[in-house]
């Protein structure tokens, strides 16, 4: 499926699409959006908590299973714990540290995808995420629609 309102930033790596940016991803095999995605596990890293019941609501309507952690902390202990997590939206401001500077930790040496998600959606903001390994980048507040085109453009993609 193209593209498509795609607008290049000054960085080749990230691609703007539905105000959101991302990695593109190579080889996007064509998805239906009406489909389910089961058999994923996505943890959302976030302290507030009508970030997280925006979120598990529009996951759940995909048939996903959430995980929820407040803090850079407890979100790396639930990396330990599920290794399976495909996927993990993390907050840039958190209690405990600034989520862009531990995107590594979160990918763990694995296939895992990792979005941060910021209020302050700066350049500077999403050059930090870009650079430590973030495969999209979503501003706060963001739509159902752009949150859904992000986890199937990443869920969905073929393996590389």
């Not at 803090?71 to 996927?87: A, H, V």
């Not at 989520?99 to 050059?127: C, H, L, P």
């Not at 949150?147 to 969905?156: A, I, P």
């Amino acid at each position: 499926m193209p593209l498509l309102n795609v607008k290049k930033i000054s960085s080749p790596q990230l691609v703007w699409q539905n105000n959101c940016y991302f990695k593109p991803v190579t080889n996007l095999q064509e998805y239906n959006i009406q489909q389910p995605l089961p058999n994923h596990l996505v943890l959302v890293v976030d302290d507030e908590d009508d970030m997280n019941y925006l979120i598990s609501s529009i996951l759940k309507k995909l048939h996903i299973k959430i995980l929820f952690a407040a803090t850079i902390s407890e979100g790396l202990k639930m990396i330990t714990s599920f290794p399976t997590i495909d996927l993990v939206f993390l907050d840039n401001r958190l209690p405990d540290g600034l989520g862009s500077q531990y995107i590594r930790e979160f990918k763990n040496n694995s296939n895992r995808y990792v979005v941060v998600m910021s209020a302050y959606d700066t350049t500077y903001d999403r050059r930090m995420a870009e650079n430590n390994g973030a495969d999209g980048f979503m501003g706060k507040p963001f739509t159902r629609d752009q949150m859904t085109n992000v986890v199937y453009k990443l869920l969905s993609a073929p393996a590389d």
